[in-house]
């Protein structure tokens, strides 16, 4: 009987960060998912870095990295680093298939994987739900809109002089 990984979709996409317009994933939180040390994950990367060309995998900047670490309360043991880490794409996260041949290694690639189409399932459905909103504040808006121009009217209308309204005095008699 095949042993399963017992990776869920959520414990992985909370270790997917936006960088440059990519979804990411950092190389500490990739090596603790295959259960190697960092230094080993790169060291592979290094022997193999032809298959890794930018859009598969960036080097943070030092700048990137403390605005990652200052706005995730998760990486704040990592902030003593000595250098920032490697970043992996989608692209790059299915080459460390390649690299990395341990049977761990392969299941947690495919949970990865689905990680990311889920990610793109939401994404997309989300996006749907967007234009739905909208559709029906434009809808709304232009049915209000006539009571919106009521009252403006109101606002803006001229006031008239008005009748006092009261007890009279003599004096207010006399005027």
């Known amino acids: ?18 960088l440059r317009g990519e979804k ?3 190389d500490l939180h990739l090596a603790t998912l295959y259960d190697i040390e960092t230094r080993v994950l790169k060291q592979q990367v290094r022997r193999n870095i032809d298959r890794f060309p930018e859009d598969f995998m960036f080097r943070l900047t030092k700048s990137e990295w403390q605005e990652l670490i200052t706005n995730r309360d998760n990486l704040g043991a990592m902030k003593y680093s000595p250098s920032p880490p490697f970043a992996f ?22 949970a990865i994987m689905r990680t990311f189409v889920h990610l793109r399932r939401i994404l997309s459905e989300n996006r749907e739900l967007a234009k739905k909103i ?19 009217k109101l606002i803006h209308q001229e006031s008239l002089p008005r009748r006092k309204i009261g007890f009279a005095t003599q004096k207010n008699k006399d005027k």
């Open 1 to 18: 009987m095949r042993e399963s990984l017992s990776l869920h979709p959520e414990q992985i996409a909370s270790q997917i960060f936006f």
């Open 24 to 26: 990411v994933m950092l």
């Open 89 to 110: 794409t989608e692209q790059g996260v299915a080459m460390l298939s390649s690299i990395l041949r341990s049977k761990k290694a392969i299941e947690v690639n495919i």
């Open 134 to 152: 909208e559709k029906l504040e434009k809808k709304y808006n232009e049915q209000f809109q006539v009571v919106f121009d009521a009252i403006k």
